[in-house]
């Protein structure tokens, strides 16, 4: 299904989409993706990427990214958690690109670099 290694550098946001609803018709899986279950999908993930963190320190998490049996299984988490999120994008025409670039600037306005550098603030306490 892949066709060869690819990369960030090398893969479409579309592309991998497009990958996602293939694997997903080929199992007739349309009928449980709906949007509230494909948020629940998300938020499961995410909670499995959080194990590989949760209690412990800096220097054992920055130990496990350089672990390969480690660094796989977070890769993993966050791989099932881009699953959801493109899954969601696919099947409800949200255009991530475009999406994601309005957010951004959104973010610009709302934590100008003056006053949010070195600031762990939220916009609305600046």
Known sequence: MTGGERTDATTSLQHLKDMVRAFCEVRDWDRFHNPKDLAIGIVTEAGELLEHFRFKSPAEIEAALNDPAARTGIADEIADV???VLRLAQK????????????M???????????????NTKYTDL
């Open 105 to 119: 600037r959104l973010n610009e306005a709302r934590y100008p670099a003056a006053a949010a550098r070195g600031r």
């Open 82 to 84: 881009l699953y959801f």
């Open 92 to 103: 409800y025409g949200i255009d991530l690109s475009t999406e994601f670039h309005r957010k």
